[in-house]
């Protein structure tokens, strides 16, 4: 049952007492409750845009915490309320559509102002009309229908591909989207194995930094790179499920919610509240672990010895995880992969959300992956 609360007109709600739906569900409820719409001059009424579909497709895609279903009564307080893609085959009839929808769309949905704004954007009605390949290159940086370059793969972020394969798509006739999003589910193997590798090589860079950092008397820089560490296996953790990593607001969460090995969120959470190195060192070690049996379990690579190690003379156990990036990049030795350096993907070298946000800024690290042959990845 939805919590019924009272909101200010134009910005989130109507007056009235409403109860808080998911916004994937209120976007749903369009199939029961249609609004009034002229016919204008398209094969279906305007109102098929909300419950027919025929050959318009009709997403809920893109940014917000709303297309990874994790939306609460808390993000109705700004930018929240019914919004909708639309995308038409044909470019002509975007400003027609556009002009039928501002001026025929009802003022309330299912108890939400259909028009709302919120920081600098006006208020409008939030039914953006467009086409699927502007829209992709728009959101994406690449009109993802002919297929994504390996190069693609590794610069564009991880929450953008939710953007593209989470929400819910309420109608796809045509099945075009449905194409594309069923092509960007997941990386192609050799990207995904490489990948893995390059988070493996992450989590050796820095597993040595704990006992360290503490040896000389910095207990937070000794928390911080446990922080840091917890952060890149929660990472390693959703590769291995095949699931994008969203970005940092919903990472925690994300994880949450997947299957995990036998004690490795308590580890983790371990890791992040010990007050000393023995209780930092005692978690991480469990976690790398778990980590390094789930890796066996694949069966991806030979089985690489789960134990963890003394590292040279140094009072420090690690788990030595570069032993598991190398195994992953010995199975794919013809890949042009092996040639560069162990960067991972463009979210693994860049945490500005000004940068992952924007296609034109995350698309000009092309040049760090020098090498890489610009064709689609199947």
């Keep these: 049952m939805g919590t019924r609360r009272s909101v200010t007109p134009g910005r ?33 009424k305007p109102s098929a845009l909300f419950w027919r579909g025929g050959t318009i497709l009709r997403p809920l895609l893109g940014w917000g915490s709303d297309v990874l279903g994790y939306d609460t009564e808390r993000s109705t307080d700004h930018g929240w309320g019914p ?15 556009d002009r039928v929808l501002a001026a025929r769309l009802p003022e309330q949905f299912c108890g939400w102002p259909v028009r709302y704004g919120w920081d600098k954007h006006h208020i409008s009605h939030q039914v953006t009309v467009t086409t699927l390949g502007t829209w992709l290159v728009d959101f994406l940086g690449v009109d993802a229908r002919s297929g994504m ?20 798509v309420y109608s796809d006739d045509g099945g075009a989207l449905s194409q594309t999003r069923a092509a960007l589910s997941w990386f192609p193997e050799q990207v995904w194995r490489w990948m893995l590798a390059c988070q493996w090589h992450r989590l050796a860079q820095e597993e040595a930094f704990v006992a360290r950092t503490a040896e000389v008397g910095d207990e937070a820089g000794s928390a911080l790179t446990a922080a840091r ?14 699931r994008y990593a969203p970005y ?98 463009v979210d693994r070298l860049v945490d500005s959300s000004v940068v992952l946000s924007t296609p034109e800024h995350y698309r000009r690290l092309a040049a760090l992956y020098d090498g890489l042959e610009a064709r689609p990845t199947r």
């Design 229 to 242: 560490l917890v952060r890149d296996i929660i990472r390693l953790a959703l590769m291995f499920d095949r």
């Design 149 to 168: 370059t390996t190069l693609d793969w590794l610069i564009t972020p991880q929450q953008r591909l939710l953007g593209v394969t989470a929400g819910r």
């Design 83 to 97: 919004r909708l893609l639309v995308f038409l085959d044909d470019e002509g009839d975007i400003q027609e559509l």
């Design 12 to 44: 989130s709600a109507s007056r009235s007492w409403i109860c808080f739906v998911p916004r994937l569900q209120l976007c749903r409820n369009h199939r029961s409750r249609p609004p009034p719409c002229s016919r204008a001059r398209f094969t279906q």
């Design 248 to 345: 940092q607001k919903w990472l925690g969460t994300a994880f949450a919610r997947c299957p995990h090995s036998v004690g490795l969120p308590k580890n983790l959470d371990g890791a992040l509240r010990a007050s000393d190195l023995q209780g930092r060192e005692d978690a991480l070690a469990a976690a790398y672990t778990a980590l390094a049996r789930r890796h066996n379990a694949t069966g991806m690579t030979e089985p690489v010895e789960p134990s963890t190690r003394e590292f040279h003379d140094r009072p420090a156990r690690l788990l030595m995880a570069d032993r598991f990036a190398e195994a992953l990049l010995a199975t794919i030795p013809d890949s042009p992969l092996v040639a560069l350096p162990l960067l991972g993907s």
